[in-house]
């Protein structure tokens, strides 16, 4: 079985920064899409930036310039780095992996419990 634990949300002023990590446990061979999402109150859960296991990176519209995100392959972690914070990035944040191979099989997705960043002064 695999699981995601994410560390590191909590409560910032606008315009400070956050380093949220997430590590994924479990007989885990190779993960090819490692990322972070989000969902608001009352809105839809979205994503935020992913990057697989080759480097490339996609980010939202919203985040680009202001999140990075990285991994760490052989640890089968994955950090987000969020810096010049905004009210409206105020979200619980969720890890994510795709296309998990492990001892038993290939998993399609997984997803963490989710942790909460909350932008405020």
């Known amino acids: 079985q695999v699981q995601l634990a994410e560390s590191g949300g909590g409560l910032v002023q606008p315009g400070g920064s956050l380093r949220l990590s997430c590590a994924a446990s479990?007989?885990?061979?190779?993960?090819?899409?490692m990322g972070w999402y989000r969902q608001a109150p009352g809105k839809e859960r979205e994503l935020v930036a992913t990057?697989?296991?080759?480097?490339?990176?996609k980010y939202a519209d919203s985040v680009e310039g202001r999140f990075t995100i990285s991994r760490d392959n052989a640890r089968n972690k994955v950090y987000l780095q969020m810096s010049s914070l905004k009210p409206e990035d105020t979200a619980v944040y969720y890890c994510?992996?795709?296309?998990?191979?492990?001892?038993?099989?290939?998993?399609?997705?997984?997803w963490g419990q989710g942790t909460q960043v909350t932008v405020s002064s």
């Open positions: 990057l697989t296991s080759g480097g490339t990176t």
């Open positions: 994510n992996a795709e296309s998990v191979v492990t001892d038993s099989g290939w998993l399609g997705a997984v």
């Open positions: 479990g007989r885990i061979f190779s993960i090819y899409v």
